[in-house]
């Protein structure tokens, strides 16, 4: 009999694949009688030293699977030792470690057991006890597992704070080679009613917060859980198939704008298993997948189209120099900008200048005339903008010659993923386990070398029409009704 070590420790291992390490997205303050709080600032309080976050219990129901994915460890045909908890077990397990200040939520998924109805109905059973019987108020992000029926996906979304749903590959083509019991249908159908049924929430509280003029007759009911008010997000796995970056960022400007997700994931391939469908090499593409979230953050806070930063002619991002600043390079011709009368669109478009930056010299420069001390005061990045601004008529970058090439020579350099990153020579082949420890030599990490190269940027092979960014995924979420199972 398997105790509960045991099964923590092969669950949270199996768990390190899915990628979620964000904020929390909510802020929910404590209340009396309950357990725990959520804040918009993140429940990802501490990193393991590759990067990822710990401090959310991230683990599975089951990894038991009747699905057989080429590139999951826990497809039915692997031999792997399977483990399931119980929900009283995840449930007290769970209370256990906040309790004792390990972690601040739970991010749940599972492997499909038996059927999705059956293992949607494990969890609901899990958050159900968190939620009613030991009063847990705090941040829960849970996995829904595509196939499950409408009515169970309504029952977890009033008892999770965000959900998602795994879109697992950036094509249907790839989807239907790697992972042919699943299709983009079932996988689209429980975004779209997730995404409705947030929506029809949000209207109907907007309803019930206007001022009656009279009193009802008797009290009203208790209100029931918001729906997933931190809303829902994806993941999907780049480097396992060949679509470009330019079919991957349409792909996420169509889900942000027609499904109204908060976030997409990339996670770079990493080779567990050995499948002949599969990248035949050890080579993990960690600098693309830093690029394509540069670029998504683009598109989503510095209003960005995806067309201004990737075409069909260069359908790979650049992975010398920053999408931004990539973009600033080709329009030279926009430059410089001078910071005390350009408008906040402009200023967004200077690389080192982000959306708080922008805002804070809009705000300073009505009382004063901005210079470089100034700049760097409001934590603009001034070694990177003075190329591309002027400061009351003067240019930052004297010396360098305003030409793509001289600028981007000084704007080239090595991704660095800081002391604790996985990127570079401090790669680990995925996320440290609760359980792991790294050797530590003179006060620094050792980490194996095997994983710190990066694939070079495959030549796509998809048709015309897959490379376009209107056909696949973004046919099905622009067209469902056209689009058959």
């Not at 007290?92 to 057991?113: K, W």
């Not at 796995?237 to 079919?247: C, L, Q, V, Y």
């Not at 027609?258 to 994931?265: D, E, P, Q, S, T």
């Not at 981007?408 to 359980?435: E, M, N, T, V, Y």
Request: glycine share 6%; charged share 20%.
């Amino acid at each position: 009999m398997m105790d509960i070590l045991e099964k923590l420790e092969i669950l949270s291992d199996a768990a390190k694949y899915d990628v979620a390490c964000t904020s929390s997205g909510i802020t929910r303050n404590a209340q009396a009688g309950k357990v725990g709080l959520a804040s918009v600032s993140g429940c990802c309080h501490s990193f393991t030293p590759d990067g990822r976050c710990i401090t959310l219990l991230k683990v599975l129901m089951t990894n038991e699977c009747v699905y057989d994915c080429a590139y999951c460890v826990n497809r039915s045909s692997n031999e792997v030792t399977r483990a399931s908890f119980t929900p009283q077990e995840l449930a007290d397990l769970t209370m256990a470690f906040y309790r004792r200040n390990y972690i601040e939520g739970l991010f749940l998924s599972s492997g499909v057991a038996k059927n999705p109805d059956h293992t949607t109905e494990l969890m609901i059973q899990t958050l159900r006890l968190l939620r009613n019987e030991y009063a847990f108020n705090g941040y829960i992000h849970a996995k829904a597992i595509p196939g499950a029926s409408p009515e169970l996906i309504d029952e977890l979304g009033h008892l999770a704070d965000r959900m998602s749903v795994n879109m697992e590959l950036p094509s249907q083509e790839s989807l239907k080679l790697l992972a042919p019991q699943k299709n983009k249908q079932r996988i689209l159908t429980p975004m779209r009613h997730i995404q409705q049924n947030i929506a029809t929430d949000h209207e109907t509280r907007a309803l019930t917060r206007t001022r009656n003029t009279y009193y009802p007759n008797k009290a009203p009911t208790k209100k029931t859980r918001a729906y997933a008010p931190a809303g829902q997000s994806t993941q999907m796995i780049i480097g396992a198939t060949p679509e470009s970056d330019f079919h991957i960022l349409n792909l996420s400007a169509a889900l942000y704008k027609h499904l109204a997700l908060k976030r997409v994931f990339f996670s770079a391939y990493l080779p567990i298993n050995q499948d002949a469908r599969l990248p035949q090499n050890d080579a993990i593409q960690l600098n693309r997948e830093h690029r394509l979230y540069q670029a998504d953050w683009l598109l989503r806070f510095y209003h960005f189209d995806v067309s201004e930063l990737i075409d069909q002619d260069k359908p790979f991002l650049d992975t010398e120099v920053d999408p931004k600043a990539n973009w600033a390079l080709n329009h030279l011709d926009f430059f410089p900008v001078e910071v005390n009368t350009a408008p906040l669109q402009d200023l967004l478009r200077v690389p080192g200048i982000g959306p708080k930056g922008a805002r804070l010299i809009v705000q300073a420069r009505k009382k004063s005339c901005l210079k470089e001390q100034e700049l760097r005061k409001l934590g603009v990045a001034y070694k990177r903008a003075r190329y591309f601004i002027t400061c009351n008529g003067t240019y930052g970058g004297k010396g360098i010659s305003f030409t793509p090439e001289a600028l981007r020579a000084q704007l080239a350099a090595p991704i660095d993923g800081g002391r604790h990153g996985r990127r570079a020579d401090k790669c680990l082949a995925g996320q440290l386990s609760i359980f792991d420890c790294i050797e530590q030599e003179h006060g620094s990490q050792t980490l194996p070398q095997s994983h710190a190269q990066t694939l070079p940027a495959p030549t796509p092979i998809l048709g015309a029409e897959q490379a376009d960014g209107l056909f696949g995924w973004q046919q099905a979420i622009l067209h469902p009704e056209k689009v058959r199972a």
